[in-house]
């Protein structure tokens, strides 16, 4: 066997097995290092695109873009113009509830769908179409919020109010969601949302909603079902229903309004 060296007037020169053994250890191979360049760039992507900011753009860019969708379709000609022809019984009801919930994720106030559902399928059937779209867009808000906007908003949370709010959320979140969808005055949307930023669960989320939807859902619903004779009993009982839960809401909202000013 040669030796690793040889040694010629005092100085030492490697051979060239050892030369070739050396390289292969100091040396990595060229593959190795062209593989590992994208992996690090593909990691680094991957980081920037899940980071709670990247995923809050993307919520608001979702929201805007169905905003405008909203804007250029006008669901409010559901009222006049009705469903396309095509569509009946069965399948007209669950392409309004899927609608219904798109609807109220883009910022379609509930009152004009709840109508719309009532003057589309009378006052039964409209009542159980809107009941089901409003559970539907109330949990596609949540889990939207929950997923793309909780992280980034929550360190956010450092005013007075918005810990009181969320703390009453994530502690008695059922019973605080069921007084707001039973009192009007918050929009739908809005509530949606703040439900999702606290720590407030899907399943009493939506219980809440579904149980808490109920009157002013029916008020609506009848009323868009008799608004061809709006002298008739009916409608003048679902507009008392729909104005009295928003006025104690209003009187509720303003004398804890004073309570927190003296606290």
């Known amino acids: 066997m040669l030796d690793a060296t040889t040694r010629s007037g ?3 020169t490697a051979s060239p097995r050892a030369t070739a053994a050396e390289l292969a250890v100091a040396v990595p191979p ?39 969708g909203m804007l250029l379709f006008e669901p409010q000609r559901l ?6 022809p095509q569509l009946s019984g069965a399948a007209a009801a669950a392409v309004f509830t899927v609608g219904y919930g798109v609807c109220t994720v883009a910022f379609v106030p509930r009152p004009l769908l709840n109508l719309a559902a009532g003057a589309l399928f009378g006052s039964q059937l409209g009542l159980g179409v809107a009941l089901a779209g409003t559970v539907l867009g109330a949990g596609i808000a949540f889990c ?15 005013g ?31 509530a949606n949302y703040c ?3 606290s720590r407030m669960g899907l399943l009493p989320f939506l219980l809440a909603t579904g149980l808490g939807s109920i009157p002013n859902t029916a008020a609506y619903a009848v009323a868009g079902a008799r608004a061809s004779t709006p002298t008739s009993p009916a409608f003048l009982i679902a507009m008392a229903c729909i104005a009295l839960p928003a006025l104690a809401g209003m009187v509720v909202a303003w004398r804890k309004r004073h309570q927190l000013r003296r606290l």
């Open 79 to 84: 009222l006049t113009e009705g469903l396309p």
């Open 160 to 190: 007075r109010w918005l810990k009181a709010a969320d703390g009453q959320l994530s502690r008695h979140g059922f019973r605080s969601m069921l007084m707001l969808r039973l009192f009007p005055g918050v929009p739908f949307w809005a």
């Open 30 to 68: 060229a593959t190795t290092v062209s593989s590992a360049v994208p992996t690090r760039f593909a990691a680094r992507c991957t980081r920037v695109l899940l980071s709670p900011y990247s995923r809050l753009s993307l919520l608001v860019v979702l929201l805007a873009a169905g905003a405008c």
């Open 144 to 158: 939207l919020g929950r997923a793309l906007g909780q992280d980034a908003l929550r360190p956010l949370l450092r």
């Open 10 to 12: 005092g100085t030492a």
């Open 195 to 197: 439900a999702s930023f």
